[in-house]
């Protein structure tokens, strides 16, 4: 048994996921989450602007990491990884961000490429349950960048990410580009498959508790569409008081509806699962393949 950390440094908010590690078997093993904790540092705000992190973002972003330090030391975490995507890549100043997150904090905080994020995302157990016979699309819809992956019989076909994100979107900051290459994209890779969309990120996470479907079953395009009609005639404000959402949630919901149905519009999917996982759950995983391979494990 052992306890693992993740942490996902987003455009939108820095998560903390904390898991142990049960063998209960030679093949199998249960990951069992302890603690899911998230703040809200919207980075991408400054970044998608002005093309820095702020002074204030920043003193904001070590006292997290420097909670998430002590968090960890509670629940007596062995091994964690810490990962920065989308606004930390187009920070003008993101090196110098986490040089000083390393002097503060000794945290080695590590930027990674949009390929890396959505290989990453997808590094989990859940393709090893789904139909052989079917394809399905991964979808990742974060503040900054959105990734997917094709899987069919149970195999990577394809990954690619792309700078549609809901903060981009909410500020009107996506180039038309973008949308024609992740449109060329579906319809090149997906041409052959029929497929059934998987979708992960806060946002379709919160779609599908309200829709009170059970878990394991899909959402329909016909429900997105009813939500994102019903959203958009809303204030944020009506938005948070009538569905409890957080200010950062209700702002971002109706951007990320658009970016998922647009998906699943091109890629000709009736249907969404939600399985709840992220890139966090993808970080402790590959980092649980990292410490089964070393020597000494």
């Not at 908010?13 to 142990?20: G, P, S, V």
């Not at 859940?126 to 016979?133: M, T």
């Not at 009538?242 to 009736?270: K, T």
């Amino acid at each position: 048994m052992m306890r693992l950390a993740a942490i996902d440094v987003g455009s939108n908010a820095a998560r903390l996921l904390i898991k142990e590690i049960r063998s209960i078997s030679p093949n199998e093993v249960d990951f069992i989450k302890l603690n899911l904790v998230r703040v809200p540092l919207r980075l991408g705000f400054d970044v998608f602007e002005t093309g820095m992190i702020s002074d204030q973002r920043i003193a904001y972003l070590v006292d997290t990491l420097r909670a998430y330090q002590l968090l960890m030391q509670v629940y007596q975490v062995t091994h964690y990884m810490a990962c920065a995507t989308s606004a930390m890549r187009e920070a003008k100043n993101g090196e110098q961000v986490i040089a000083h997150v390393r002097e503060q904090t000794g945290m080695a905080l590590q930027i990674i490429s949009g390929q890396q994020e959505a290989s990453l995302i997808f590094e989990n157990h859940v393709a090893e349950h789904l139909s052989k016979s079917k394809s399905y699309l991964y979808v990742d819809v974060g503040g900054g960048s959105t990734e997917i992956s094709l899987f069919s019989k149970q195999k990577q076909v394809f990954s690619a990410s792309f700078n549609i994100g809901t903060i981009r979107l909410l500020h009107q900051q996506i180039d038309q580009n973008q949308w024609n290459a992740l449109k060329a994209c579906l319809k090149k890779q997906i041409k052959s498959h029929k497929v059934v969309l998987i979708g992960s990120g806060g946002n379709i996470n919160k779609i599908f508790s309200l829709s009170k479907v059970k878990p394991g079953k899909s959402l329909s395009i016909d429900l997105l569409k009813n939500y994102y009609r019903k959203f958009r005639q809303m204030t944020v404000e009506e938005r948070m008081h009538r569905y409890q959402m957080r200010e950062d949630r209700a702002d971002v919901i109706v951007p990320a509806l658009e970016i998922y149905l647009n998906i699943m519009r091109w890629s000709g999917a009736r249907e969404i699962l939600v399985p709840q996982i992220g890139l966090a759950d993808g970080l402790i995983d590959h980092l649980y393949r990292q410490l089964l391979a070393q020597p000494n494990s």
